[in-house]
Nanobody, 125 residues
Framework: VQLQASGGGLVQAGGSLRLSCAAS????????VGWFRQAPGKEREFVAA????????SYRDSVKGRFTASRDNAKNTVYLQMIDLKPEDTAFYYC???????????????????WGQGTQVTVSS
């Protein structure tokens, strides 16, 4: 499967962005998806995950209440809505999926098999 992340950009603190992760090559709707980010000089970290059905989500503590993961399986696309952005949210954001049909999502990047190329999010103070 090929993943294409988009929607990043430059926003002021308090602003909003919606990231999209579009999949091609297989039916995306049967697989869980995770969002990760990597800031300069830091390791990649978990941000959010969504189950294959969209019924279950998980978030890192620092983004709870501000970020929302969702998916439109008819469009083979997963979204990450981000509001009240903070400078510490500045990073390259990646989406990833697991090769387990109807499998559970994971908070660990090692459990994901296919990755998108990422999209840059920059939040100015």
């Amino acid at each position: 499967v090929q993943l294409q992340a988009s929607g990043g950009g430059l926003v002021q603190a308090g602003g909003s962005l919606r990231l999209s992760c579009a999949a091609s090559g297989r039916t995306f709707s049967r697989y869980p998806v995770g969002w990760f980010r990597q800031a300069p000089g830091k390791e990649r970290e978990f941000v959010a995950a969504i189950s294959w059905s969209g019924a279950y989500t998980s978030y890192r503590d620092s983004v709870k209440g501000r970020f929302t993961a969702s998916r439109d399986n008819a469009k083979n696309t997963v979204y990450l809505q981000m509001i009240d952005l903070k400078p510490e949210d500045t990073a390259f954001y990646y989406c990833a999926t697991r090769n387990q049909r109807y499998g559970e999502y994971s908070l660990e990047e090692k459990d994901y098999d296919d990755w998108g190329q990422g999209t840059q999010v920059t939040v100015s103070s």
